[in-house]
């Protein structure tokens, strides 16, 4: 499984940028997905994730303003995340499970066994 990111980039605050991962997973029955991030000096922390059949999570933070999606014909998965905030700022990357997993999980490293190499968002006026 390969997964590379693409779309980061520099916003202002209430500025948007979508992040993609082309991932090599979509021809497996079952499947999660998920975005992590890791600023300097912290822990990387589950974003968002996704499910094969549809079901996604979200870190309390940026409910509301991110939204994770994935294109099974483009084998792409996606962030789009709106009304950036300067906390948003950190190195973000697609991780991948190929097989089942609870949607509990779907924030939580352990259950990822494929990461991208990462791409860079700061978020700054």
């Known amino acids: 499984v390969q997964l590379v990111e693409s779309g980061g980039g520099s916003a202002q605050p209430g500025g948007s940028l979508r992040l993609s991962c082309a991932a090599s997973?979509?021809?497996?029955?079952?499947?999660?997905m998920g975005w992590f991030r890791q600023a300097p000096g912290k822990e990387r922390e589950g974003v968002a994730g996704i499910r094969s059949d549809g079901t996604t999570n979200y870190r309390d933070s940026v409910k509301g303003r991110f939204t994770i999606s994935q294109d099974n014909g483009k084998n792409t998965l996606y962030l789009q995340m709106n009304n950036l905030k300067p906390e948003d700022t950190a190195m973000y990357y697609c991780?991948?499970?190929?097989?089942?997993?609870?949607?509990?999980?779907?924030?939580?490293?352990?259950?990822?066994?494929?990461w991208g190499q990462g791409t860079q968002v700061t978020v700054s006026s």
């Open positions: 991780a991948a499970k190929v097989a089942y997993c609870g949607w509990w999980s779907l924030l939580s490293r352990g259950p990822y066994d494929y």
């Open positions: 997973v979509y021809t497996y029955s079952s499947y999660c």
